[in-house]
């Protein structure tokens, strides 16, 4: 089933009339500790008496919520007995909030993680507050399970409905709107060159990256049009990473965020902007069952996008956008850290990748991003 996109105005009308639409008795509102600030706070606070309907809030959770969190989620999910789910905010709440709908019919005495996701059809709309993640278009939740991250995909966790309220992106720092508008563009470069990609994920790709592109500077000022642009194309990106999943860039991102305490989409945009250069000049160990034509064609196909000439062209472009935004690469802490690095690379996301990288080119990399 396609998902319900609806447009923010005024008054929030389309939220009443979904909701209404959907015959909605009770809320299971999944939500930050900053929800409280943003406009639409007190849409949710009022709804009881204007509409009837119930809310039942869950904000205990943190960033990189926990297997624990999500348990209590879902037992006051059930406890409550309601009968939509609503997340409002950053990837974590989404996070947390398809781990409600997925777990919600399963056996509570047993490991959600063990057991065999059973769909269902609760509505779930999404209300994200950064336009970065994609994630309400995905199916893909993060939680940490013993300190270990735990990655749960299923279709049936896709919100049904999605929001998109260009002020709740107003009061992001400045940090921050840049490096979710990064995470949605590495998505899209992403994306397009993976192995998995299909016609379809292109074109979602492509229109993010157009997107992103053209509205980025008005965005950046807090313009209202240029941030709705902005949501949908990381809503566009985030279809694109659903079909293809990501490939090395963000395989090599993760470590860097937590070691150098920088945010997810800065830490994939400078992998991005060391991995694209070696890629094209490293067609030879392209391991697309499509051939290095095709992939040749692919880099091509990219800069037009970007409206480039060349390839290399594209990757400087990439660079500049990065230095035009001040998205410094950090200094090396200690040696050891390369060590850590390479190891923390996930595997599986190297063979989504459509060049071969052996853990020298990986060496290589990490040296390029990290200042001496």
């Known amino acids: 089933m396609a998902q319900i996109v609806l447009k923010a105005s005024k008054g929030y009308p389309q939220l009443d009339a979904y909701f209404e639409k959907i015959n909605t008795k ?18 949710f606070e009022d709804i009881t008496e204007r509409l009837g309907i119930d809310v039942i809030q869950f904000s205990d959770f943190q960033p990189n919520p926990l297997y624990e969190s999500v348990e209590k989620a879902v037992k006051l999910y059930k406890d409550s007995k309601c009968d939509s789910i609503v997340a409002v905010g950053g990837g974590s709440a989404l996070d947390v909030a398809k781990c409600v709908k997925l777990y919600s019919n399963m056996d509570d005495s047993k490991n959600y993680l063990k057991q065999s996701i059973i769909e269902n059809d609760i509505a779930f709309l999404a209300i994200p507050t950064t336009a970065g ?14 300190g270990e991250k735990q990655s749960v995909s299923h279709d049936s966790c896709i919100p049904t409905a999605v929001y998109f309220d260009a002020s709740t992106l107003k009061t992001l720092p400045e940090y921050q709107k840049k490096s979710t508008m990064l995470d949605a563009l590495c998505h899209s470069i992403e994306s397009f060159w993976s192995v998995n990609s299909t016609e379809e994920s292109k074109r979602y790709s492509s229109e993010a990256i157009r997107l992103i592109l053209s509205n980025y500077e008005k965005y950046l000022e807090n313009d209202i049009s240029a941030s709705e642009q902005m949501f949908l194309a990381a809503n566009y990106a985030g279809k694109a990473i659903n079909i ?38 490293n067609i030879s ?12 064609q692919v880099f091509i196909n990219l800069a037009k996008i970007m409206k480039c ?13 990065l230095t035009t935004l001040c998205i410094d690469n950090p200094k090396v802490i200690n040696s050891n850290d390369f060590e850590i690095l390479k190891k923390s690379v996930n595997p599986i996301r190297l063979k989504n990748n459509p060049v071969k990288l052996i853990m020298e080119d990986i060496d290589c990399l990490y040296h390029q991003i990290l200042e001496k």
């Not at 395989?251 to 400078?270: D, P, Q």
């Not at 000439?309 to 956008?321: C, D, G, H, Y």
């Open 309 to 321: 000439e060349t390839s290399i062209e594209a990757v400087n472009k990439f660079e500049s956008l």
């Open 244 to 281: 293809t999943q990501t490939t090395a860039g963000h395989a090599m991102c993760y470590k860097l965020t937590s070691l150098y305490g920088i945010s997810h989409g800065h830490a994939a945009a400078l992998c991005v902007s060391k991995l694209w250069p070696f890629m094209v000049n």
């Open 285 to 296: 160990k392209c391991v697309d069952v499509r051939g290095k034509l095709y992939l040749e």
């Open 133 to 146: 993640t994609g994630s309400e278009a995905t199916k893909f939740s993060v939680i940490y399970y013993e």
């Open 26 to 43: 009770s809320i299971f509102l999944v939500c930050g500790k900053s929800f409280r600030l943003l406009n639409i706070a007190k849409y």
